[in-house]
C-alpha cells in the first residue's frame, strides 16, 4: 500500500493533462482476492480523495473460487466493490488440474452462492477452453454448467500454448495432445452458440454479456484507447498527448516483480532518493516508458477496435488521424471486404462473422 501510494504521488504530478474522474476501477493480475477487503478500502478511498469518481463506476475484482467467503465478500462490497471477476476456466476436473487450479466445481457454485447473498449482482466468470486433452463434449458440458450459474458476463478464451511454458513443454515432449486447428475452430463455434443459448451475447472477439449495460466497461476503454491509469507493480498506463506526429502517445510499463516494486518505492516518496536519484529524475528505476507515433497509435485503435462487434468508428479515426491515413486504409480493405470478412458504412468498419477468427490476416491487409 506505502508503495502504490508513493506511485500514485507521481503519477498525479507526471500526468499530461488535469486527470479526470474515474468511470471505471479494476482489481487485477495474479489472485486479487487474496488481499483483505480493507486493502481496497484505503486503495479507492485514496483514489476518491484525489480524483473522485463519476457517477455509478464499474469497480471490479478478481477472484478465485477458491478465496472467497462471505466475510469478504461483505467487506468487499463496503468498500466499494461492485463487480465480481470469477476465475472458473473450466468445471472439469482433469482440466482444472491441468491449467494449475486450486478449486473444484463445487467451490465455484459456493462461491457463486455467496456473492450472490453478498448483493453483488454484477457477475463475470472466466472459461478456458482448448486445453490438452478437452473434448468437444468436455467443453458443452462445461457451457451447459455456466447457464445454469446464470453470469451476466462471460470472458471465454481458447487456451495459448506460450513457448517455455510447463504445458507447452508437455506437449512438444508428446505427454499431452494438443487441440487440433480444427476442433479449435469447431469450439469457438459452440462456445457463441453455446452462450448465446444461455442468453448472453458476443460484444468482443472473447467477451459475451447479457445486454450493452452489462459489457465489461473498463475493458471497452481498453479497446477504445481511452486514457488509463495503471498502479502496482506489472502495471501500464497510457494516454494520447498528440504532441506531434512524431509523438502521438505515451505508455507505461512498470516492473513486473511485487518485491523489487515495493524496495524501490516502498520506503520512500518522491522528494527523497534512490541510489541517489530521486523517482522524478530517474523514472527508469522502476518503470519502462514508449513513445508512440501517429501511424503506430492508428494501427493500435485498428487492431484494438476491430475486436469489437461493432467495430472502430470512422469518424473518430478521422478526427484522430486525419482523413488521407483512413481512406487509404479504406482502399485497403476493399479485398477483404470482397472475401466478406470485413465491411462498413458511413459510420463504422467492422470484421464480420466470416472473418471473426481472422483478425490478425485482416489488420495485415489493412496496414
Not at 55 to 69: H, M, Q, Y
Not at 73 to 83: C, E, L, P, S, W
Not at 90 to 115: C, N, S, W, Y
Not at 120 to 133: R, T
Request: with cysteine; net charge negative.
Amino acid at each position: 500500500m506505502a508503495a502504490l501510494e508513493v506511485e500514485f504521488q507521481y503519477r498525479l504530478k507526471s500526468w499530461p493533462q488535469s486527470p479526470l474522474p474515474l468511470s471505471t476501477l479494476y482489481f487485477g493480475g495474479g489472485t486479487p482476492s487474496l488481499f483483505s477487503p480493507s486493502f481496497y478500502a484505503r486503495v479507492i478511498d485514496m483514489l476518491a480523495q484525489r480524483l473522485g469518481f463519476c457517477p455509478d463506476p464499474e469497480v471490479t475484482l478478481e477472484a478465485n473460487p477458491a478465496d472467497i467467503s462471505r466475510g469478504k465478500i461483505a467487506g468487499y462490497r463496503v468498500a466499494g466493490i461492485n463487480r465480481i471477476s470469477l476465475g472458473v476456466q473450466t468445471f472439469t476436473p482433469e482440466g482444472l488440474q491441468l491449467l494449475g487450479r486450486r478449486h473444484d466445481g463445487l467451490m465455484v457454485e459456493k462461491a457463486i452462492d455467496l456473492i450472490r447473498r453478498g448483493g453483488i449482482e454484477n457477475l463475470s466468470l472466466d472459461l478456458i477452453y482448448a486445453w490438452p486433452g478437452q473434448s468437444l463434449n468436455a467443453l458443452t458440458r462445461d457451457l451447459q454448467k455456466l447457464a445454469l450459474l446464470a453470469p451476466e458476463h462471460v470472458s471465454a478464451y481458447s487456451l495459448s500454448l506460450e513457448p517455455g511454458t510447463r504445458l507447452a513443454q508437455a506437449v512438444v515432449a508428446g505427454d499431452l495432445q494438443a487441440v487440433s486447428g480444427d476442433d479449435q475452430a469447431e469450439m469457438m463455434q459452440l462456445v457463441e452458440t453455446g452462450l448465446k443459448d444461455a442468453g448472453l451475447y458476443r460484444y468482443e472477439i472473447s467477451n459475451f454479456a447479457r445486454n450493452r449495460h452489462l459489457q465489461a466497461q473498463h475493458n471497452l476503454a481498453y479497446w477504445q484507447l481511452y486514457d488509463y491509469l495503471g498502479l502496482g507493480a506489472g502495471a501500464c498506463g497510457g494516454w494520447r498527448c498528440r504532441k506531434d506526429p512524431q509523438h502521438w502517445a505515451e505508455r507505461y510499463s512498470n516492473m513486473p516483480d511485487p518485491f523489487a516494486y515495493m524496495q524501490r518505492l516502498g520506503p520512500v516518496n518522491t522528494s527523497q532518493s534512490v541510489g541517489g536519484k530521486t523517482l522524478e529524475s530517474r523514472p527508469e528505476l522502476w518503470f519502462e516508458q514508449e513513445i508512440i507515433d501517429l501511424k503506430t497509435s492508428f494501427i493500435e485503435s485498428l487492431m484494438m477496435g476491430l475486436r469489437l462487434r461493432q467495430g472502430v468508428g470512422l469518424a473518430g479515426l478521422r478526427d484522430e488521424y486525419g482523413a488521407q491515413i483512413v481512406d487509404v486504409m479504406i482502399l485497403r480493405a476493399q479485398k477483404v471486404r470482397v472475401d466478406g470478412l470485413l465491411d462498413w458504412d458511413e459510420s463504422n468498419l467492422w470484421i464480420t462473422d466470416k472473418g471473426m477468427f481472422l483478425s490478425d490476416e485482416i489488420l495485415n491487409n489493412l496496414i
